[in-house]
């Protein structure tokens, strides 16, 4: 057989530039499938920073209209117990009259709440965070620390795709400020209005916003289509050239591009079919009969086979678009699966040509959008919510555009204010013709800073607005302004003022009826102390001068007698100092300085063993705190405390009296324990009434007022006093003062 040598020699080089400009097409068309991924992904990510945009503008929202009202009541349950870090709040916790048990949630608390609800959804998830939170469960991760870093920066937005749980999300975060509602909560740790107080994050999954991206698929193959039509025609145009060597060159890569053509469409996630240009099916891949069931046996049948009955009629003009202009994109429908289920789905087409450009047949990729329908039903219901919860809030709500149109008015705006309809909102508010020379809430678009004013309607209610920078769904600008009816509590406020007027006038009158009152008292003391002590000084000076100038007159009853009037004089005139101390107490002022409580102890009980004589006591004196107290009115305390123990300890041979402290949570507990007569525990109410005595005066002297007074002086310190004791068994004696660090705090 003869080799024609002249032929293979052609056919070599032309063999090596059909290999190049396959090259360079190959080059080109990945290029232009490169640039156009781009552009998907890049859109993806647009409308995945928008959602999550939106989240957080919710999320602001709700939060906002929570602080304004100072947080909502609920029923406690297990899912939501009262929060500890309200605990200083007197009023986190209220009984209705029915007997339920509602719990005050702050907005932090609630927002939390909604988060969980969001997550347990499936929906993108929100987190309120701060590099200081209250609640420790609150604390950043790592990419939210990050974020909140930069905010203290001055950067106002962070965002971008990571890998969140394994799978890429989108993550927005905003800087949260303070304004005037949060320092309920937050001003015990040192935020002031316009601080930053922390951030929203919005996570929002990537998956379910690229699967509805469909596009990618149809430009891989359309491109995958365009490549191998392009290779056709290079071999084609080889065949031109060299007929016999470009067309067995030809057969076998055309061969070879439809091999691969139907391994590419086979191995496609989504489910792909090839129809010619009737609509009949001609090929179907593997992923069909994976997702609807549909396998082989449509070859050869309509493709309106396949779509539910309503979207039927649809296929013919999707068909006759696609052969006019190429492709047809997103394109939303039915399908029915081989069981007769109906599948949400969308589907892009492109136009298989010859080289000559002749349209040989259509590709159809068609994706399962049931989880994107959800997610998309899922947004609307929370949309409806909020608007919902907008439209029955019990204050106004409106969207003020840079241009002073109003794009949203709640019920509430438009039964109080007016309905807007095309007006702006200085004609609406304020029956202006003009924009206000200093419009707050266009100030805010200017600062970004959150603003607050009081303005007064032309029906004479007052309004307390709060104005917040927001954003349109597309971005652009817009004023929030969210409008409380403060006109009853302003009233409200005016006669708390006029009371309080009232309230310092009938105090002032109630003190100069006080002062008259001491110095009535003081007149009094007075009168006891010089016009009562007189009679008993002359009493007590002529019975002594008869015991002593004339006892021998006197027989022993006389002496007796004298004896018992002297006696009774010398205990009026005790008396009489006690009443006039026990007076004095209630008007003089406590000096509080620190104080040495064991020296002192240690000192009185000196004084007192030197009027002992013969007396042998056991005194046991135990380490005590010092403190801070009145140093004469605390030494006033001991004595009579300490006296007591001794006068009722001296019908023991072996009398023994304990002085000790106990500390308590916030106190100190100083007691004075002794061996004595006691007393019993049904008179114990009584010790500390003046003149009140449990013993007869021949038994055990005194006057009924040192208790009293001790009483007195451990209450003007803050304090209390108590004592146990049984007949017979001794008595302890206690009282309690504030430690001295609380004190300290309190002063």
């Given amino acids: 057989m003869q080799i024609d040598t002249s032929k293979k020699a052609h056919s070599i080089p032309l063999k090596h530039y059909g290999w190049i400009l396959i090259g360079v097409w190959t080059l080109v068309a990945a290029a232009s499938?490169?640039?156009?991924?781009?552009?998907?992904?890049?859109?993806?990510?647009?409308?995945?920073?928008?959602?999550?945009?939106?989240?957080?503008?919710?999320?602001?929202l709700y939060r906002r209209w929570a602080a304004t009202h100072g947080g909502v009541y609920v029923p406690v349950t297990p899912d939501t117990p009262p929060t500890p870090y309200l605990a200083q709040l007197p009023e986190r916790d209220l009984i209705t009259p029915s007997g339920r048990r509602l719990t005050l949630l702050n907005p932090a608390y609630m927002t939390r709440q909604i988060y969980e609800l969001a997550q347990e959804a499936g929906l993108p998830r929100g987190h309120l965070t701060s590099l200081k939170p209250l609640r420790p469960g609150n604390a950043p991760d790592p990419w939210e620390r990050k974020a909140l870093e930069a905010f203290?920066?001055?950067?106002?937005?962070?965002?971008?795709?990571?890998?969140?749980?394994?799978?890429?999300?989108?993550?927005?975060?905003?800087?949260?400020?303070?304004?005037?509602?949060?320092?309920t909560c937050h001003e015990e740790q040192g935020y002031k209005v316009g601080d930053i107080r922390g951030g929203i994050s919005v996570s929002v999954p990537m998956d379910p916003i690229m699967t509805k991206s469909l596009h990618t698929w149809s430009l891989i193959l359309g491109h995958v289509v365009l490549w191998m039509l392009g290779v056709v025609g290079i071999v084609l145009a080889g065949r031109q050239i060299s007929a016999s060597a470009a067309a067995a060159m030809a057969a076998q890569e055309a061969a070879a591009a439809a091999t691969m053509a139907v391994q590419t469409v086979d191995g496609m996630l989504d489910g792909v079919i090839i129809t010619d240009l009737r609509g009949r099916i001609t090929h179907a891949n593997k992923a069909l009969t994976e997702y609807f069931g549909w396998g082989r046996e449509v070859v050869g049948e309509p493709a309106t086979k396949l779509a539910a009955d309503r979207d039927a009629a649809k296929f013919l003009p999707a068909l006759t678009a696609c052969l006019e202009q190429g492709y047809a994109r997103d394109l939303e429908g039915n399908i029915l699966t081989k069981d007769r289920r109906e599948v949400p789905v969308l589907v892009n087409a492109s136009v298989i040509t010859d080289p000559q450009g002749r349209p040989l047949g259509v590709i159809w990729a068609i994706r399962d959008i049931t989880a994107?329908?959800?997610?998309?039903?899922?947004?609307?219901?929370?949309?409806?919510?909020?608007?919902?919860?907008?439209?029955?809030?019990?204050?106004?709500?409106?969207?003020?555009?840079?241009?002073y149109s109003i794009k949203f008015a709640n019920r509430f705006f438009r039964e109080r204010i007016g309905d807007p309809g095309d007006r702006p909102c200085y004609e609406v508010l304020h029956g202006c013709a003009a924009p206000?020379?200093?419009?707050?809430?266009?100030?805010?678009?200017?600062?970004?800073?959150?603003?607050?004013?009081?303005?007064?309607?032309?029906?004479?209610?007052?309004?307390?607005?709060?104005?917040?920078?927001?954003?349109?769904?597309?971005?652009?600008?817009?004023?929030?302004?969210?409008?409380?009816?403060?006109?009853?509590?302003?009233?409200?406020?005016?006669?708390?003022?006029?009371?309080?007027?009232?309230?310092?006038?009938?105090?002032?009158?109630?003190?100069?009826?006080?002062?008259?009152?001491?110095?009535?008292?003081?007149?009094?003391?007075y009168s006891v102390s010089h016009d009562l002590r007189a009679p008993l000084r002359a009493?007590?000076?002529?019975?002594?001068?008869?015991?002593?100038?004339?006892?021998?007159?006197?027989?022993?009853?006389?002496?007796?007698?004298?004896?018992?009037?002297?006696?009774?004089?010398?205990?009026?005139?005790?008396?009489?100092?006690?009443?006039?101390?026990?007076?004095?107490?209630?008007?003089?002022?406590?000096?509080?300085?620190d104080l040495d409580m064991e020296t002192l102890v240690r000192n009185v009980v000196g004084e007192l063993q030197n009027t002992l004589g013969d007396r042998t006591v056991e005194w046991d004196l135990k380490p005590l705190p010092a403190t801070q107290a009145d140093r004469a009115l605390m030494q006033q305390v001991w004595v009579n405390l300490l006296g007591n123990?001794?006068?009722?300890?001296?019908?023991?041979?072996?009398?023994?009296?304990?002085?000790?402290?106990?500390?308590?949570?916030?106190?100190?507990?100083?007691?004075?324990?002794?061996?004595?007569?006691?007393?019993?525990?049904?008179?114990?109410?009584?010790?500390?009434?003046?003149?009140?005595?449990?013993?007869?005066?021949?038994?055990?002297?005194?006057?009924?007022?040192?208790?009293?007074?001790?009483?007195?002086?451990?209450?003007?310190?803050?304090?209390?006093?108590?004592?146990?004791?049984?007949?017979?068994?001794?008595?302890?004696?206690?009282?309690?003062?504030?430690r001295r660090q609380a004190q300290q705090a309190a002063s």
């Avoid at 552009?39 to 945009?53: C, K, P």
């Avoid at 106002?156 to 303070?178: A, K, T, W, Y």
């Avoid at 002593?548 to 009853?557: I, S, W």
């Avoid at 004298?562 to 003089?588: P, V, Y």
């Fill in 33 to 60: 499938l490169g640039w156009n991924l781009l552009q998907d992904r890049d859109e993806a990510f647009r409308v995945a920073r928008q959602i999550a945009l939106t989240n957080y503008e919710r999320d602001v």
């Fill in 152 to 183: 203290e920066h001055g950067q106002e937005e962070v965002s971008e795709v990571v890998s969140l749980n394994g799978q890429p999300s989108m993550r927005l975060m905003r800087p949260f400020r303070i304004d005037l509602s949060c320092l």
């Fill in 372 to 403: 994107l329908r959800r997610a998309e039903m899922a947004l609307e219901a929370e949309r409806r919510r909020l608007l919902s919860l907008l439209e029955e809030l019990p204050a106004y709500v409106y969207l003020k555009a840079p241009d």
């Fill in 436 to 525: 206000c020379k200093e419009c707050q809430a266009i100030q805010v678009l200017a600062t970004h800073e959150p603003q607050e004013r009081e303005w007064v309607h032309r029906g004479g209610r007052t309004y307390r607005a709060y104005d917040y920078p927001f954003a349109d769904s597309d971005g652009s600008p817009l004023v929030l302004e969210l409008g409380i009816d403060v006109t009853e509590k302003k009233k409200a406020e005016e006669e708390v003022l006029q009371l309080n007027e009232e309230l310092e006038q009938r105090v002032k009158r109630r003190t100069a009826q006080l002062e008259a009152a001491n110095q009535e008292l003081e007149s009094f003391s």
């Fill in 539 to 593: 009493i007590d000076g002529f019975s002594r001068i008869l015991l002593k100038d004339h006892a021998d007159r006197l027989d022993a009853e006389g002496r007796r007698l004298l004896d018992i009037i002297r006696a009774n004089t010398q205990n009026m005139g005790q008396l009489i100092d006690d009443l006039l101390a026990f007076s004095r107490l209630g008007r003089r002022e406590v000096k509080v300085t």
């Fill in 645 to 738: 123990a001794l006068k009722f300890t001296r019908l023991k041979e072996a009398a023994s009296i304990e002085v000790g402290c106990r500390p308590a949570e916030d106190e100190d507990i100083y007691y004075v324990k002794d061996n004595g007569v006691g007393f019993a525990k049904q008179f114990a109410h009584k010790l500390f009434g003046v003149f009140q005595r449990l013993h007869r005066y021949e038994e055990f002297e005194g006057t009924g007022v040192g208790l009293a007074l001790v009483q007195r002086i451990v209450q003007r310190h803050g304090g209390r006093v108590w004592a146990e004791g049984q007949v017979n068994g001794g008595a302890c004696f206690s009282f309690s003062l504030p």
